[in-house]
């Protein structure tokens, strides 16, 4: 009697271990099989990453931009998943999604105890990133490099969306002038003048150096054949800055219309804007780039959509009805007049050459 519930009882045993063994294979598959998704996704997020970062620096360039992120995807271990790029959301944006078929190791167990598939799991991951522009002196709405030059923001009605800096003293004067962000200065910030809202000033700030973007707008230039020797005045009619302009000397600009994005380098020379319009198609953004003279603006009812730079000569503007939505940075920057507005606070960077990218999701 007593070996017949013996029996018994191990037959149990053995039923219960075995229940046990599938149990305990059952955790150990999903702690493994886990751990690698966990491992698996990771250098996936990692891959994609580097991908959309190295694409993202050929932007406007679409096949460039997803031949470079292909590229960077292979050389980060993702050749065997499925690499999906997009534009739709943004100028100088891509967004990658990367998805892989991952197998399973011990969780394949669970198909002969549970219905559905446990062998393969799809593992997902996305990225996007942009173009970075500037920096430096182009986080400033006006910007003055000089060491010894003050920057001086003279009349009536005027508006900075964005902030000021200069390398030397800052001193603003006259009336109803607004800075939205910050006016500051190596040296010295000095007001006077009434109906003043510049809520943020603040002396010895760091110096900010020059970046040097002449090399990459030449070759620019040189790839679409836009390059001219001797002075050039462009009388009235419509330029295209698509691939950039490069003139080794002077360039004069009398009441143009500017379409496409880029830059007009004047390596020899000055650039001077005369005339009632000169203004740059909606939407589209042109640096107005003196890489050794001056820029100089005079006239009314003049708007620029884009950069006005002189790292190492003078900006000086004088006039009325002046808009400029983008940026002014000069070694001196020199403003008289009325009714005369920047816009650069929202305003990103795209006439020059990237600076690198960013990941932004």
């Known amino acids: 009697m007593l070996m017949k519930v013996f029996r018994e009882q191990r037959g149990s045993s053995l039923v219960m271990v075995a229940v046990g063994m599938v149990f305990l294979l059952l955790m150990a598959g999903l702690v493994i099989d886990v751990g690698n998704l966990y491992l698996e996704k990771t250098i996936a997020q990692n891959g994609v990453d580097a991908a959309a970062l190295a694409g993202a620096t050929a932007l406007p360039d679409q096949a460039a931009a997803t031949s470079r992120a292909d590229h960077y995807a292979d050389l980060n271990r993702l050749s065997n998943g499925t690499l999906t790029p997009d534009f739709s959301k943004g100028a100088g944006r891509i967004d990658l999604t990367y998805t892989k078929i991952v197998d399973t190791f011990l969780m394949k167990i669970a198909n002969y105890f549970y219905s559905g598939s446990y062998d393969k799991?799809?593992?997902?991951?996305?990225?996007a990133a942009k173009r970075k522009y500037g920096g430096g002196p182009f986080a400033y709405t006006i910007f003055s490099g000089s060491d010894f030059d003050m920057l001086p923001l003279n009349g009536s009605r005027l508006y900075v969306d964005g902030s000021v800096h200069s390398d030397a003293d800052l001193r603003i004067n006259g009336c109803d002038i607004t800075v939205t962000g910050v006016a500051e200065a190596h040296g010295i910030v000095r007001v006077n003048g009434s109906q003043l809202n510049i809520p943020t000033q603040i002396s010895n700030a760091p110096r900010i150096a020059m970046p040097d973007f002449s090399q990459q707008i030449s070759d620019q230039a040189a790839a679409v054949n836009h390059v001219f020797n001797g002075d050039k005045t462009y009388n009235g009619g419509?330029?295209?800055?698509?691939?950039?302009?490069?003139?080794?000397?002077?360039?004069?600009?009398?009441g143009n219309t500017i379409s496409g994005t880029g830059a007009i380098l004047a390596s020899g020379g000055d650039i001077n804007i005369n005339g009632n319009i000169i203004n740059s198609t909606t939407g589209d953004q042109v640096c107005l780039y003196s890489q050794t003279g001056s820029i100089h603006i005079n006239g009314n009812n003049i708007t620029v959509n884009g950069i006005i730079y002189a790292p190492n000569g003078d900006i000086q503007i004088n006039g009325s009805n002046i808009t400029v939505n983008g940026r002014i940075v000069g070694n001196t920057v020199k403003i008289?007049?009325?009714?005369?507005?920047?816009?650069?606070?929202?305003?990103?960077?795209?006439?020059?050459?990237?600076?690198?990218?960013v990941l932004i999701e």
Do not use: K, M, Y
Not at 121 to 127: D, G, P, Q, S, Y
Not at 238 to 254: E, Y
Not at 336 to 357: H, I, K, M, W
């Open 238 to 254: 419509p330029i295209s800055v698509d691939g950039s302009i490069h003139v080794n000397g002077s360039v004069t600009l009398n």
């Open 336 to 357: 008289n007049g009325s009714n005369f507005r920047v816009n650069g606070q929202n305003v990103e960077v795209t006439s020059l050459p990237s600076t690198g990218s």
């Open 121 to 127: 799991v799809t593992v997902r991951v996305a990225a």
